[in-house]
Nanobody, 115 residues
Framework: QVQLVESGGGLVQPGGSLRLSCAAS????????MSWYRQAPGKQREFIAG???????DYADSVKGRFTISRDYAKSTVDLQMNSLKPEDTAVYYC?????????WGQGTQVTVSS
């Protein structure tokens, strides 16, 4: 059974930092591209950061220079370090594992940026 479990969300002030983590099980982690998406209230889910099976990274323009995605093959985890957070970063953040036509999602973790 495939499981992606996100953690690390919470309430943070503008300008602050959070680190999200996604623990994967039930898949051969090293084969999968991993991504983070987010969905704000009333908006569509959007891609924000991805890391390929080989370690290549990609970011949405809205988070480039502020967020960093990384993966630990030994622990089967993918992290998202979020710095200089803004109120518009408030959303539910989801982890995705993708291989060819298969995509798996976590349950999401809430990030709220507010003073």
């Amino acid at each position: 059974q495939v499981q992606l479990v996100e953690s690390g969300g919470g309430l943070v002030q503008p300008g602050g930092s959070l680190r999200l983590s996604c623990a994967a099980s039930g898949i051969i982690f090293s084969l999968y591209d991993m991504s983070w998406y987010r969905q704000a209230p009333g908006k569509q889910r959007e891609f924000i950061a991805g890391i390929t099976s080989g370690g290549g990274t990609d970011y949405a323009d809205s988070v480039k220079g502020r967020f960093t995605i990384s993966r630990d093959y030994a622990k089967s985890t993918v992290d998202l370090q979020m710095n200089s957070l803004k109120p518009e970063d408030t959303a539910v953040y989801y982890c995705q594992a993708f291989l060819r036509t298969r995509a798996y999602w976590g349950q999401g973790t809430q990030v709220t940026v507010s003073s």
